[in-house]
């Protein structure tokens, strides 16, 4: 079983809509990340937490630590959302290691 | 700043052929990591580092190599390139750790093909 699960695993949409990415894990962690990676292949980070609730634009990403999940928002969904949404945990006394879920491929049709 | 940089973007090796990847950054980070992307897969972390001459392995070391003689160089060596090893390389860095509050920034990827 990986330590990082993503559900679900790929997502189409209209544009304009609520979406959301869930994200569970099964070990103690100090931070929760989530990243985008476009089909250029690039990397780039959009959340790190480890409480709580976040918010830049129109992403939004929340965690409950008591029940080791959290979930990626994206309101008013556009085309250019469209990417692979990645989900890391990094565990307790890790030197800052990340574990990397597999990824949600995410498809926002106009 | 440059960010994290890397080269090369594309490599084809033969088998058994050697290479080394190249990562700078330019943020004055401490940490930095090399992971490797398979289609289908999560990241996996091949080696990491925590400073200038101190590094440790991840979780798939096996057929590389790293060295960490400045604080901006991080190269990834391959010795003897096997088909298994066909992936896309990341390399990453964080600022001032130990901590949770610092995101990871990541070089533009080299895509490696072992044939």
Redesign the interface.
């Known amino acids: 079983k990986?330590e990082?699960e993503q559900s679900p695993q790929n997502l189409t949409a209209q544009e304009g809509e609520f979406i959301t990415i869930n994200c569970s894990y099964s070990v103690g962690i100090?931070?929760l990340?989530w990243?985008q990676q476009h089909p250029g292949?690039?990397?780039?980070?959009l959340f790190?937490l480890?409480s709580g609730k976040k918010k830049h634009g129109r992403l939004i990403a929340t965690i409950n630590i008591q029940e080791k999940h959290s979930s990626l928002h994206i309101t008013a969904s556009h085309p250019r959302d469209s990417a692979v949404y990645?989900c890391?945990v990094?565990a307790a006394?890790a030197?800052?290691?990340?574990?990397?879920?597999?990824?949600i491929t995410l498809s926002v049709r106009p | 700043n440059a960010g994290v940089t890397q080269t090369p973007k594309f490599r084809i090796l033969k088998i058994g052929q050697s290479m080394t990847l190249q990562c700078a950054q330019d943020m004055n980070h401490n940490y930095m990591y090399w992971y490797r992307q398979d289609p289908g897969m999560g990241l996996k972390l091949i080696y990491y580092s925590v400073g200038a001459g101190i590094t440790d392995k991840g979780e798939v070391p096996n057929g590389y190599n790293v060295s960490r003689s400045t604080t901006e160089d991080f190269p990834l060596r391959l010795e003897l390139a096997a088909p298994s090893q066909t992936s896309v390389y990341f390399c990453a860095s964080t600022g001032l750790a130990p901590s949770s509050y610092n995101e990871q920034f990541f070089g533009p990827g080299t895509r490696l093909t072992v044939l």
Do not use: C, D, Q, Y
């Open positions: 990986n990082v100090s931070a990340h990243l292949g690039g990397i780039v980070s790190m480890s990645i890391a990094e006394g030197n800052s290691k990340l574990t990397f879920g597999k990824g």
